[in-house]
């Protein structure tokens, strides 16, 4: 058994490079990074729900225990954190996100862009058409356990294919959008497409 686990987590260099963007490295660790406090919920059912509204029929309402109820997928997946680390096949459990548009009223025609509404005010834009990818997700397990609350807990968006502060923590809701606004990091100077592949670091 254990030689089947070397097996399988160890890499080869050209493996490495074809999965680790440029100017990443590789961590085992989950280094942890965010704006503002960590937020601290108490009588979670009650407290804690999920808005959806902007270019949609009407707007929508989760409570926890709703949302908790919903059909979840597991996925794995590597992560790019603008700071210059990677991680990979991180494994996540959560609502596929294009599999939570069937279970919301039907987006308007052009409607392209999310905004990510999450505590404290905090915000990240991502294009729609990310969020439609089989690994994005809206994640409350991390390992097999609950994100723990300064990795997002109760939840979490999940967007492997941008710089990880796309996927923004302590998601309350969900806008969506016919045309792109900036969210948080963007409006400080950060890139607002946010490709690791690209480098796509700060704005000009």
Known sequence: MLNAFRRK????PDEIQAR???GQHLTDKFPVLHYGDVPQY???PETWDLRV???????KHFSYTEF??????????DIHC???????????LGVRFRDFLELIPPLHPGTNFVMAHCEYGFTANVPLEYLMLDDALLAYKYDGEELTPDHGFPLRLLTPKKYFWKSAKWLRGLEFMSADRLGF????GYNNNADPWLEERYSD
């Open 9 to 12: 987590t160890e890499r080869t």
């Open 68 to 77: 908790r109820a919903l059909p979840t997928v597991e996925v794995v997946t």
């Open 185 to 188: 990091w963007e409006r400080y």
């Open 42 to 44: 108490k009588n979670l």
């Open 53 to 59: 509204w902007g270019t949609i029929e009407q707007p």
């Open 20 to 22: 680790v963007p440029p």
């Open 82 to 92: 603008v700071t210059r680390w990677s991680k990979l096949d991180t494994r996540w």
